[in-house]
Nanobody, 127 residues
């Protein structure tokens, strides 16, 4: 069973950048497709990005396409979310998630697609 721990959140001005990390432990990292979600106050958790077990296939929400990049470092059992050109509407708690087995990244857009979640890290973008 995999455990996930996010880090890298913080306060940044609009137009700035942040890099989130999610460290996985307790499981075989290469067996899990991974994703990032976010949840703003009063709103449902929403999909941000997903990456396949190989790292060769990625998929993004339209709202972050071209600004965010998801990647995985198999040697360190870690995934990253590089966030550039941040906007106030990107403010949310960001969660990483894991799904056992291979899948196309575009098939991993739902909360129910994932079996494991981290505790989240707060990202606040000021205007």
């Amino acid at each position: 069973q995999v455990q996930l721990a996010e880090s890298g959140g913080g306060l940044v001005q609009a137009g700035g950048s942040l890099r989130l990390s999610c460290a996985a432990s307790g499981g075989t990292f290469s067996n899990y497709a991974m994703g990032w979600f976010r949840q703003a106050p009063g709103l449902e958790r929403e999909f941000v990005a997903a990456i396949s077990v190989t790292g060769l296939d990625t998929y993004y929400a339209d709202s972050v396409k071209g600004r965010f990049t998801i990647s995985r470092d198999s040697g360190k059992n870690t995934i990253h979310l590089q966030m550039n050109s941040l906007k106030p509407e990107d403010t949310a708690v960001y969660y990483c998630a894991a799904k056992g087995g291979s899948a196309l990244a575009m098939k991993l857009r739902g909360v129910s697609d994932y079996g494991y979640w981290g505790q989240g890290t707060q990202v606040t973008v000021s205007s």
